[in-house]
């Protein structure tokens, strides 16, 4: 197999978007714009009726804004994401990751600085910020962040989830090791503040980059690596108050710093899994300084935590690429690694063709050891299985697994605090312990294929019904 060759894509065909609000035009054919008048108590479950990026125009109690959500939820979306075709989507993003960083291009000013509000002057309870869930007792900021890794220099990004408290305090739920281990080098220096940014508004391909996950502090920062994603370069301004740059294209920048000294205690967590776990966290808080944004009514980035929305997949896109290269090394044909947004973030579908008997249980076994905890439950299934269609990737096991052979259980490996059917680790808050299973629902080559071919009507997805209606 012709395994150096064969994973390269076609190269992008035109330059993407340097901000969202181009981005948003470019693929108008795609974004819902909603322009009746909206209150911000319905933004959270209007959202989650979209499957494709959604704004609104028309916010009655915060007219001076703009807010969209729902970028990345589909392969639809997060193809654009890339200038890339859905069918080419995650073969891209795996080889773009293999890449070496771009780095960042830094420049005197943008136009996040239209309007700059300094200290006591900046309120972030300004913003369309949403309340995300009934138990929710604060609205919740969801925003891309960025710190500076003070030992190399580097900008880890991640969505740490932040209750907004007070029109300038914010109590900051990082749950990526990074943060922690960044926070910890600020405080070895004797440090009892950490600079960091919230970032509103960017194009997708920002997230899905924010959102990677593995061994990477030693050479790059997740911002670094940004413009090897969408391949251009990325310009960043300074922050007003803060030793910190920002992307100059951004809509809304908060500057801010963390107290590394306190924590205080916050309830009910919106877990990707759409449960109210863990059921209490302590955070620390951050100060707000200054609040930087564009003059022509900016675009607040809202990413809706429940039910299924951003908030599965957003996370994982990232992983779904890492897990292709994986794969790819075990000498299978991969066609696509899905977390679907029905998964509960807790897991994963691969699917692939594969020239012999022992690959797939090596294939499950790969995704289910994987290094983050969304992979208790790992699907094999070949490509003629479709991936948007739940029912077929249930026919697929109904049909295609015998689980007497073709289901692997694996008891005792690490449970995600997000998952009630976990159990917690005492004295390990808000750790968990489970086991996993993976399931070969692929074609079996120990039978005759034609026994897996499947009964279609005569012009089946070539005349649509709503012709005749
Ligand atoms: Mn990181």
Redesign the pocket.
Known sequence: MALSMSHRPPPPTKPLDASLRGYLATNADIVTRVTKPVHMADIGALSAQSDQPIVFENIVEKPGFRLCDILVKTRRSQARALGTSPENYLRTLAYRLRQPARGLKIVKSGPVKEVVKLHNEADWTELPIPFHKDKDAAPYITAMNIIRDPETGFY???HAGTHAVGPRRGLISFV????HVIMGKYRDMGLDAMPIAFVFGVPPAYEIMAN???L??DAW??MEMVGTIMDRDIEMVPCETLELNVPAEAEIVVEGHVNLKDRFKVGEVTSPSMYHLPHYEDLPEVEVSAITMRGDRPIYRNHQTCPDTDHQPLPRLCHEAVLYNRLSEIGVDVKDVRFPTWGAALSCIIQFSYPREGMVNDALMLAMGAPWLNTKLVVAVSPDTDLDDPGDVYHAIATRCDPARDVVVVPNTRGSPYDPSARPLEGQYPWRIVGKMGIDATVKSRHDPADFERAWPRNWGKVKLSDYL
């Open positions: 880890n990004s991640c990526t090791p990074h943060s990677f996950s593995g990477h502090m920062g997740e």
